[in-house]
Nanobody, 121 residues
């Protein structure tokens, strides 16, 4: 399974970005998938995840601002990020695991290479 992220970039405070993660392999439709982020000097944290059944998880810091979605027909995961803040600046990684609970451990089966998001003030 390969996960390839895109959509990162430089955006001003209050702006929006939409990240995409294209997955190869049939496992995409049966696994939970999600987005982690890692800022310099900090741990990699789960930002949002979505199960194969459509249940979602959001970190408190992004609730109400980020929306995760998946298109199983296209094997693609999305993260719509609105009202961006400087503290959202990080490398964002797409990941796949069995369930949302395992993503929270974290126990990830597959990682993408990451896409950089920079929010400037």
């Amino acid at each position: 399974v390969q996960l390839v992220e895109s959509g990162g970039g430089l955006v001003q405070v209050g702006g929006s970005l939409r990240l995409s993660c294209a997955a190869s392999g049939s496992i995409f439709s049966i696994n939970a998938v999600g987005w982690y982020r890692q800022a310099p000097g900090k741990e990699r944290d789960l930002v949002a995840a979505i199960s194969s059944g459509g249940n979602t998880y959001y970190a408190d810091s992004v609730k109400g601002r980020f929306t995760i979605s998946r298109d199983n027909a296209k094997n693609t995961l999305y993260l719509q990020m609105n009202s961006l803040k400087p503290e959202d600046t990080a490398m964002y990684y797409c990941a796949s695991s069995s369930t949302i609970a395992t993503m929270l451990e974290p126990r990830v089966d597959y990682w993408g290479q990451g896409t950089q998001v920079i929010v400037s003030s």
